[in-house]
Structures are given as C-alpha cells and as structure tokens.
C-alpha cells in the first residue's frame, strides 16, 4: 500500500515544461487522426483552386508589369502557402479552444484533470497549431504550387517557413481572443474581423500598394503581409518591402507578445 501510495503521488507531480507541452502536443495529434479529412478542402484543395481560377484564369488578363515582371501565378503562389496557414488557425484557434473551457468540447478541462498545467496546455496547441500543421499541410501545397512552374528559385522551401512564422505570430492573439470570449456567438466574430481581412487585404492577391492610402497601415500590420512579403523574396527572387530582418522582427515579437497575453488568460481560466 506505502508502495502504490508513493506511486500515485509521483504520476501527480507536475512534468517539466517540455513535457508538459509534448504531452499536451500528442493529444492535439490524437485528435487530429481523427478529423484530418475534413481539412483536406480548406488546407489543400481550396488553394489549389484559387491557382486554376485566379492565379491562371483571372490572371491570363493581368499585365506582368504591373506586379513587379511577374506572372499572376508567381506573384499570388508564395501568398497561397502563407494564407493556408491563416485559414487553418480560423480551424485549429476558435472554436476548439473556446470548446476547450465549455461542456461540449471539456478537452481544457479534461486536461487539467492531469498533472499538466495551463501553460502546458497552451503550448501543446500552439505547438501544433504553429508548428505542425504549417509544416504539413503548407508543405503540401507548396510542392503542389511547383508543379505549376512559379517558383524562380531554390530558395523558394522558405515560403513553408514563412507561412509557420505568420502561424507563430497569430496563433497566440486567436487563443487569447478565443479564451477571452464568454458566449459563443461571438466566436464568428474572429473570422468577420481577424480571420478574413488578414486573408483577403495582406498582399496576397494584389499589390499592397494598391491599396487606399488610409488603409495602407493596416496592411503594415498583418502578419500574413510580412510572410507573405519574405516567402515572395524566396520563391520569386525579389526584395520585399522591408529589410527581411524587420519582418522577421516583426513576427517574432507579435508571436512573443502574443504568448505572455495567451497565458495571462489560460492561467486564469484554468487555475483550479
């Protein structure tokens, strides 16, 4: 009895943080085996259309000159990868996080019924919201993008980590909105207001400089204009904006800011 008692006392103690994350990680990939297909569309068929219709389509109509030398398919192909990224967080960073803390979702809470604290709960799902799927399903559709002939470098593998640096910088600010929320019909808040601009006014699939000047600052503030700006300097060869040090710079402190804000609000949720 002295001897299971010991026991049981030691599976409580609270793992390292390292651990702690890789445990919370291999749920997230437990719970992805599970529902994978249903992302096949939204991660990898959805960019692949806009290719065929837009980036050829439409594109055939567009001037090269007016987008830097490029083909519509060069300039919107790097935009693609990094966007896949922005839509798998609306998947992966609302509503399964907003479920996390609620009775029909509880994995938050099921969780905490384990030695795991809520920092590592937080890191588990960043780490495979920002990490594993960016450099799965991002990868799949860069190598699908190079079968349509845009890419003018060998560098262009980079668009992949582009895409997890704009997965790095906006995964924290979904978790902390989505935990910050209290009734969920506000969840579709994030995708009419965060989701959805970021997709559609980051660069993607026009010049930014396009754009209204009052709305120009705007974009200056979209992570996914950063990625998107770094991965079209690796595929296409061309300068970004800004120095690559200043959009990296950039990311890197929205994904850091980001963090200390997500877990100010998961350490408050889920002390108990």
């Known amino acids: 009895m002295t001897t299971a008692t010991a026991t049981a006392a030691a599976d409580r103690t609270a793992p390292g943080t390292l651990t702690g994350a890789w445990r919370a990680f291999t749920l997230q990939l437990a719970l992805y085996k599970h529902i994978w297909h249903g992302t096949v569309f939204t ?4 960019p692949v259309l806009y290719m065929v219709s837009i980036g050829i389509g439409v594109g055939a109509y567009i001037d090269p000159a007016s987008i830097g ?4 398919a060069e300039f919107i192909a790097p935009g693609l990868v990094c966007s896949v ?3 798998m967080l609306g998947n992966d960073m609302v509503f399964p996080v907003f479920g996390g803390y609620e009775t029909w979702g ?5 969780q905490r019924a384990t030695p795991l604290r809520p920092v590592d709960i937080l890191n588990g799902h960043l780490a495979y919201a920002a990490v594993f799927r960016p450099f799965t399903n991002c990868t799949i559709v860069a190598i699908v993008m190079a079968f349509f002939g845009v890419y003018h470098s060998w560098w262009a593998s980079f668009a ?3 895409a997890a640096l704009v997965s790095a910088s906006l995964a924290p600010w979904l978790f902390f909105w989505a935990s910050s929320l209290k009734n969920d019909s506000n969840l579709n808040m994030i995708f009419r207001f965060a989701v959805m601009p970021i997709s559609l006014f980051s660069g993607v699939f026009f010049p930014a400089s396009e754009m209204p000047g009052f709305l120009q600052p705007l974009v200056w503030l979209s992570p996914l204009w950063h990625g ?3 991965a079209r300097a690796a595929t296409a ?3 970004p904006a800004l120095p690559p040090v200043a959009h990296l710079a950039y990311l890197a402190a929205l994904a850091v800011t980001g963090w200390f804000a997500a877990r100010h609000v998961v350490q408050r ?3 108990f």
Do not use: I, P
């Open 69 to 72: 030398g490029l083909t519509y």
């Open 269 to 271: 949720r889920l002390n």
């Open 228 to 230: 998107t700006e770094l």
């Open 160 to 162: 992949v980590l582009a």
């Open 85 to 87: 990224a922005v839509m």
């Open 43 to 46: 991660s990898v068929l959805l």
């Open 237 to 239: 060869d061309v300068a």
């Open 106 to 110: 509880g994995h938050y809470l099921a």
